[in-house]
C-alpha cells in the first residue's frame, strides 16, 4: 500500500471566491468635446481654481440639500474673445455602485444651458445618456424644484443614477451662485 505525505492531511488555505459583475465603462465625450458640446460659440475656456471654504460648503448644502463631497470645483469660464458666456462645471456622483463623469454649462443667468455625461460605467441605466432625459434640465435654476418624479422624470432602470444625477445638478447650480458669482 502506498503511503501519502503528511503535507496532504494538512488543511488547505481556502480563498474565497471573488465575483463580480463585469466593468463597463464608456467614455462618451472627453473633456474639450463636452466644453464644445456645451458652449459651442465658446473660443476658449478658462480654468478656474475653486476651494470651498467651510461656510461655503454649508451654504451649499443648505441651499442644495445635498451633501458636498469634495472642496475642490472643477469650473472654466467659457469665453468668447473677452465676454464670458457662462460657467462649464464637471463633477462626478455614484450611479448604483460606479461613478458617472457629468458636466453642467450654466449661463450668466445662474440657468442651467444643458448637460453632458462623459464617462458613464456602469452595466444598467445609461438611459441617463438620452439627449431628451438631460434636456429636463435645461432652463432650471437654484430657484427650481430639481426634484426625480416632480418636475424631472425618472428612467425604468435607471433610477440611482437619474436621482443622483439631479441632486448633482442641484448642487452644481448651488456651488455657482454661492462660490462662483
Known amino acids: 500500500m502506498h503511503k501519502l505525505s503528511p503535507w496532504f492531511y494538512t488543511p488547505a488555505l481556502i480563498l474565497p471566491a471573488?465575483?463580480?459583475?463585469?466593468?463597463?465603462?464608456v467614455q462618451y465625450l472627453n473633456l474639450e468635446q463636452a466644453q464644445k458640446a456645451l458652449f459651442p460659440s465658446a473660443d476658449h475656456f478658462e480654468?478656474?481654481?475653486?476651494?470651498?471654504?467651510p461656510a461655503q460648503r454649508q451654504q451649499i448644502e443648505?441651499?442644495?440639500?445635498?451633501?458636498?463631497?469634495?472642496?475642490?470645483?472643477?469650473?472654466?469660464?467659457?469665453k468668447q474673445g473677452d465676454s464670458t458666456n457662462g460657467w462649464f462645471l464637471l463633477d462626478e456622483v455614484i450611479?448604483?455602485?460606479e461613478l458617472i463623469t457629468y458636466a453642467v454649462a450654466?449661463?450668466?443667468?445662474?440657468?442651467?444651458?444643458?448637460?453632458e455625461i462623459l464617462d458613464y460605467r456602469e452595466g444598467h441605466g445609461g438611459a441617463v445618456r438620452n439627449?431628451?432625459?438631460?434636456?429636463?434640465?435645461?432652463?432650471?435654476?437654484?430657484?427650481?424644484?430639481?426634484?426625480?418624479d416632480e418636475d424631472i422624470r425618472n428612467l425604468s432602470g435607471a433610477t440611482l443614477s437619474c436621482q443622483?444625477?439631479?441632486?448633482?445638478?442641484?448642487?452644481l447650480l448651488a456651488t455657482q451662485a454661492i462660490a462662483l458669482k
Not at 480654468?47 to 471654504?53: A, E, F, M, R
Not at 443622483?164 to 448642487?171: A, N, W, Y
Request: no cysteine; hydrophobic share 40%; net charge positive.
Open 18 to 25: 471573488v465575483i463580480s459583475a463585469p466593468a463597463l465603462g
Open 47 to 53: 480654468s478656474v481654481n475653486v476651494n470651498l471654504t
Open 62 to 78: 443648505k441651499s442644495s440639500g445635498v451633501k458636498v463631497r469634495v472642496n475642490e470645483i472643477k469650473a472654466w469660464r467659457a
Open 95 to 97: 450611479g448604483k455602485h
Open 106 to 115: 450654466i449661463g450668466l443667468d445662474g440657468a442651467v444651458q444643458g448637460v
Open 131 to 148: 439627449a431628451n432625459w438631460r434636456a429636463q434640465f435645461k432652463g432650471k435654476k437654484t430657484s427650481s424644484p430639481l426634484r426625480l
Open 164 to 171: 443622483h444625477l439631479t441632486e448633482g445638478v442641484r448642487r
